[in-house]
């Protein structure tokens, strides 16, 4: 009798066939019960097509055992962690060591993608750290993904700085080419910017930075409800982390946070920083309340994460951790940016607004992979993205990870 | 042939998969000697194939040398599709097992040329030497696989026209649309069914109990293709008690009392899983028994003693 084994099975592999069984797969805003994944070249690829075409059995089967199946956690505002502050250079060789000890550290979190941060700097800082910062594949040997800088400033409102230094803020008479002045935007680095609508020359401006492939977020402003509406008009997609270092919610004119009542404009995404000191617990369940489709759970955390307590430097600003939850400017008693991790979000923004855990998960996966434009690679599971894999348990606390289809550490 | 009759469709799905199982563990197939299995779609082997998942979850059942051959499938729908029947084995079954790809064959409804794959699919058959256990499902109107009323009981793989009723009937799986169902589809032929060394049929529910009635209580009939199996040396019906509602009392007593001898007085234990007796129990065989019978007889031989004549 012929061998019913083909030997194409053997031939034209270039890369293991991974399955995984058992689990429970968000995907498509639901928990799929029963269904595999198969990973072939650090991708999701179509377990049919491939089966019935290629005829391939899987080099590896992994039993998730009930547990729910995530895309990897994407942080879009994170200024440093582990001693690292991405605001801060000395030389090239440091500025890499320390983006790589982020970008490892970060998969303990089941981070696998991130935007690192860079607070408002003069000019020199942008120009010697921006093009370390451009977008690198995340991988086992790499890290977490880096998807490129956010820029946090410096156009933003003075009396909204929070712990950015007040001497680097920055307005922009002359529009766009006050951008690529600072920034020196040549080498597409920057992927998602902070600016205040209500500074000189920022609104005019948005167009020109959108077409250049960057992701506009509003914050650090006392823009007016009206000024926010124009932003958003203009193609502003994001607040940044919301009710932090903007006008508080006034009935009459409810500033930057009134966008989320906006019925005459698409609503735009919100960050928000889930570390339960940042916003009190209520206001972010009113914001998600709201609008539950916007929520982007991000840490804003800062070179103190995952380091014990102590004091350490925010952009050149002298910041004391207190405890696990709270960083503060040592002079003027400010918040700080935070230390908790994307997971600890994850847990808290379930545990504060009562939603089931797909959205919750969905807030730092699909939404901010959404904003950057990047959801066909990043934070879904679906066909054709990249294998950045999560294994939580019913509780959110993470049990494995994997990045481009292999398995990190998470110990 | 034998019929099982179980009380709603997850007894029979279990029996049926038992049955599947225990088939294959007892055939110990190594790459060599694998075996050889046709499987079917639709509504009736869904049960089956959950349970078939679970014991392999179990650890229980391996499918690494078994070869599967799929009765049929539609022409022109794109393989992914959500309702080919590529898709529904792959969702259903093939997916959650061990299954070698490779193993898998199911009639591509694609090809350039029908006919030959039809020819392909045959000669693919005889070269793993023959169907050992061919599993079906039936329609309402008796059809096996896509051989529908007055196709031939000879029949082998082929393209087939479908029956305007069965475009209908199919549409609620094409968006209530017609005009979506695919009009022909590659089958099996009952032939082809008929020459697996074993066939066995699910039939479950109220509206195939004119249709079970018609392929074992009358003669074999190509309005009722299912009927050959009454010339199949080793067929088994597998039905629920809602499938046996036109049968005659008769008939569910008849073979409803072969499982009751099996199971009561030759024990389940001296049959075969095809019927065949590997062990005929006689009294000698089973001596502890006899003190056991001796003293219930002892009584009616005292009452016989006292009847008044012996006075």
Known sequence: MPSQYSEKTLQSRTSRLVKIINGRIVRDHKIINDDVLYIYEGKIIDPQNHFFTYGNSPDTVINAKGLLIAPGYIDIQINGAFGVDFSVWKDDKQMKEGLDKVAKGLLKNGCTSFVPTIVSSPKEIYHKVLPLL????????????????HVEGPFITQSKQGAHKESYLRTAPNGFKDFIDIYGLYDHAVKLITVAPDVEGALDSLEGLINFGITVSIGHSSATVAQAELAVEKGAKCITHLFNAM????????????LLGTTRLARPFYGIICDGTHV?????KIAYDSHPRGAILVTDAMAAMGLPPGEYSLGGI????????KVEVIDNGKLAGSVITIDECVKNFKKFTGCNVIEAIEAATLHPAELLNVQNVKGTLDVGADADIIFL????????????GEEVSIS | MRLIIRSDYDEVSEYIATYVKNRILEYNPTRERPFVLGLPTGSSPVGLYKCLVKFYRNNELSFKHVITFNMDEYVGLPRDHPESYHSFMWHHLFKHIDIAPDNVNILDGNAENLSEECVRFERKIKSVGGIELFIGGIGPDGHIAFNEPGSSLTSRTRVKTLAYDTILANSRFFDNDINKVPRMALTVGVGTVMEAREVAIIITGAHKAIALSKCIEEGVNHMWTVSAIQLHPKALIVCDEDATLELHVKTVKYFKSIEHVINNLIGAENVGLQGNVKKYPTPEATPEVTPEVTPEVTPICEAFYNLPFKR
């Open chain 1, 280 to 284: 009190h617990p209520n206001s972010i």
């Open chain 1, 247 to 258: 006008q508080q919610f006034h009935h009459r004119d409810p500033g930057i946070v009134g």
């Open chain 1, 393 to 404: 348990d019913d509780d959110l606390n993470l049990v494995k990870c994997f990045i481009a």
């Open chain 1, 134 to 149: 451009k977008p690198r594949k995340g991988n086992k040997e790499n890290g977490a993904e880096v998807l490129g800088a």
């Open chain 1, 318 to 325: 002298p910041v004391r951790k207190s405890g696990n939850e």
